[in-house]
């Protein structure tokens, strides 16, 4: 073979190898588009029909707020609102303080059994939310702690919400704190710890003036995971609360019922924009604790 006949095989073969590389790289972008059109484009539909002005979502009668002027309104989706909140930061303190000590003991302390609890820490991250739901369930019912309500006054707004509800989500919120927390653990690094010891400093004092601090945004990160996901919950809820009492979920639940209208989108894009505004204060307090945490490990 020629020289020319040589390169011209040679140049053959890169366009050849170029266009694969093209395509290739055109293909892996199509996938990536149709995934995520898979997972979000029924929420965008969703937020745009919020503002339907029509009942009916099966067709768009033009664009209207009156369907979020409604669900303002409306006593039952406020009452319910109010009682998401009240369970969401009574459980949050509440698996805050247990999450975090669990989460202490779990990656610095070694005692009998921790294996076994180690196990029953990630259990109800693990089982489905109906098996646990119906073990509270059966569990209430044979301790005899039922569905008693707890009466508060919170923001000026009477409540009665069933201490059951507030337990059943303590039970399942201690596990996703510890397990952040305890990541965040596992990233701090204990020099700092021991040269406080060394200056003579006690181990209450260590913990408030060097482990508190650096590991102060893996406590922050889990308590806004823990309060997403007591707002979002919906089948522990409706196992533990007995009659006459709604969270936010539960109250869209019963709605659906009837069908769906745009009050319920309204309600869950509301509920969405919500969940997405937890998520990124989550995210910027990471970031910043990996900044702090990075400038720490330089100086």
Do not use: C
């Not at 303002?72 to 009682?83: A, E, K, P, T, Y």
């Not at 509270?136 to 000026?156: E, M």
């Not at 260590?206 to 590991?215: K, Y």
């Not at 869950?268 to 989550?282: G, K, N, T």
């Amino acid at each position: 073979m020629s020289e020319q006949a040589l390169s011209r095989a040679l140049s053959r073969r890169s366009r050849m190898a170029h266009l694969k590389k093209q395509l290739g790289e055109g293909l892996f972008h199509l996938y990536g588009l149709t995934g995520y059109l898979f997972l979000y484009l029924p929420i965008i539909i969703l937020v745009i029909f919020s503002f339907n002005d029509s009942r009916s979502t099966a067709q768009w009668a033009g664009f209207t707020t009156h369907w979020y002027a409604d669900m303002m309104n409306d006593h039952q989706i406020i009452l319910s609102l109010w009682n998401s909140l009240f369970v969401a930061i009574v459980s949050t303190l509440v698996s805050l303080v247990i999450g975090t000590l669990a989460a202490l003991a779990m990656e610095r302390y070694r005692f009998w059994g921790k294996l076994m609890m180690d196990a029953v820490l990630y259990l109800p991250i693990i089982i489905p939310d109906i098996a646990m739901a119906i073990m509270l369930l059966i569990f209430f019912d044979v301790s005899g702690i039922g569905f008693q309500p707890w009466k508060a006054n919170f923001f000026g707004v009477h409540l009665a919400v069933p201490y059951s509800v507030i337990i059943g989500h303590v039970a399942f919120n201690i596990s996703f704190v510890a397990v952040v927390v305890r990541a965040r653990l596992a990233q701090m690094d204990q020099v700092l710890e021991e040269a406080a010891q060394d200056l003579y400093a006690d181990p209450w004092r260590t913990f408030w003036r060097v482990t508190f601090p650096m590991l102060l945004p893996g406590i922050m990160g889990g308590a806004l995971l823990a309060f997403t996901l007591s707002m979002d919950d919906f089948v522990i809820t409706f196992f533990t609360s007995g009659a006459g009492f709604n969270t936010l979920p539960v109250r869209v639940f019963s709605m659906i019922k009837k069908g769906v209208t745009p009050k319920i989108n309204a309600v869950s894009s509301l509920m969405l924009l919500f969940s997405l505004v937890l998520v990124a204060i989550s995210l910027i307090i990471g970031k910043g604790g990996d900044e702090n945490s990075s400038a720490n490990t330089m100086f």
